[in-house]
């Protein structure tokens, strides 16, 4: 049995001596505790070693793949050919498949094939000659990088960290400007106060001041290269009303000199800007497409590298920058930030305030693709970077007409803005509110209820009388028609109808106040025949309450 066993270095071929002990397979790994005990069961029989890096890493992709390389190709011809009968031991099963489609070997793929090539690679110094540890772990090791650069298609010529040092410098230059500046307006303002509000560029700022020196040669020096004529015509006629003091020579020289160092210091920022640029098109151009360089700059440098940029999701690209407003709002339980760097996006800063979570959060999964691509893909065009700015910018005006558009009809057509209106209502305060007692009684006296009562009873009255008035109504309308002696006749019988229910409601009266009386006199019959019975003393009490009852009749 022959066995192929792959190394960094080349590729090795060995010859088994003791074929039973491969049966064993739980004891094999004592057969190569030692080189003298690994020698006694295999033998090295050829060993074909790679020429440079270049066909190391083409042989091990072939293998990574299951492909059957040249290299390796040339080896089974020249020694396993010759010894065709025997089998091939191999690690992989698929290779194996191929090897015998291709070359017409049996190929083995067993347990103990796998036992084997383990005690193999524990002994691999021992047995296959002519190759030192050193050059070994060096080959393995540059083997290691290049394939892991091939595996994620990394190219050295991308080197993101110039980005990192460029966009940290920036940061750096544009502090430092902004306290020179500050200091130079301070400074030179004890002078010549009025030039700082005349002049607010902070640049020309600082090349007049360079350009002046004392306030004194305004009038002398000529300003036009530096400011246009309006502000130099400005700034002469402040010279002639400035409340400024006098200030020494020494001094004017050092103002002069941090003005130097403004001017030096924000050429270089320029010019570094233009470097970041072309950096940041070379290394991540559909990134750059789609948030700019700066952005896109700060997003590199957040993350460390454009690679360790590309493994992160869209979620995550998305909050970049405010991971202590995420961790403080999941730790008090309130709304998770919705941007973080990519604020600072030109797509998102265009936006309405109600859609800047909605562009944002789109913007962050597409750019998550552009980085992936940037990083990981061979292609270096921004082709899809424009691509999915397009569809950005398309989403962003779908939602800005969104609310213009009307909620009801057809959708497609604008609503019509009315004209505003103010209306300004003056609002009274309500007392009502203030007390939760009932402003009536529940507790109704006797005395309302009977006036409710009376007051029920001509209502009813008068709706009979509506009742019948209005057929008088229409009698009259028809009787227009009808002859005189014929109207005198109805009148009368008008007239009578009206009469009779008058007296109706009169006698009805007279019988209840006759029935009401009747009642009252038996009460007091039945009270003097108690009072005779009583006792004097019950007498009284008994006189005390028929008085107070009288009271009462009076009052009905």
Known sequence: ????????????????????????????????????????????????????????????????????????????KKVVAKDAHEQLAITDAKLGGVIKEKLNLSCVHSPAVAELMRGIRNQMEGLITGLPPREISAMSLGLAHSLSRYKLKFSPDKVDTMIVQAISLLDDLD??????????????????????????????????VRKIGDRTNVATTDLSEVLPEETEAEVKLAVEISMGTEVSEEDINNIMHLCDQVIEISEYRTQLYDYLKNRMMAIAPNLTVMVGELVGARLISHAGSLLNLA????????????????FRALKTRRDTPKYGLI????????????????????????????????????????????????????????????????????????????????????????????????????????????EAEEEDKPVEVKAKKVKKEAPAEETEAAAETETPKKKKKKKKQLQEEEEQPAVEEEAAV???????????????????????????????????????KKVKEEAE
């Open 311 to 326: 493994k992160h999701p869209a979620s995550t690209v998305q909050i970049l920058g405010a991971e202590k407003a995420l």
């Open 510 to 548: 007279e019988e209840t106040t006759e029935k009401k009386k009747k009642k009252k006199e038996k009460k007091r019959e039945a009270e003097e025949e108690q009072e005779a019975t009583a006792s004097p003393t019950e007498e009284m009490t008994e006189k005390k309450k028929k008085k107070k």
């Open 175 to 208: 502090k430092e400007l902004n306290n020179y500046i500050m200091r130079c307006r301070e400074w030179y303002g004890w002078h010549f106060p009025e030039l700082g509000k005349i002049i607010t560029d902070n640049l020309a700022y600082c090349k007049t």
């Open 1 to 76: 049995m022959l066995v192929l066993f792959e190394t960094a270095a080349g590729y090795a071929i060995f010859k088994v001596l003791d074929e039973q002990k491969l049966q064993q397979v739980d004891s094999l790994w004592k057969e190569f505790e030692t080189p003298e005990k690994a020698n006694k069961i295999v033998k090295l029989k050829h060993f074909e070693k790679f020429q440079d890096t270049t066909e190391a890493l083409a042989a091990a992709t072939a293998l990574v793949e299951g492909k059957i390389g040249k290299s390796l190709k040339k080896v089974l």
């Open 343 to 450: 604020y600072h996006a030109s797509l998102v800063g265009q936006t309405t305030a109600k859609n800047k979570g909605k562009i944002s959060r789109t913007l962050a999964a597409k750019t998550a693709l552009a980085i992936r691509y940037d990083a990981l893909g061979e292609d270096t065009n921004a082709e899809m970077g424009l691509e999915n700015r397009a569809k950005l910018e398309a989403r962003l005006r779908q939602l800005e007409e969104k609310g213009i558009r009307r909620i009801s009809g057809s959708g497609k057509a604008l609503a019509r803005a009315d004209k505003y209106q103010h209306k300004s209502d003056v609002k009274v305060y309500d007392p009502s509110g203030d007390s939760t007692l009932p402003s009536v009684s529940k507790k109704r006296k006797i005395e309302e209820v009977e």
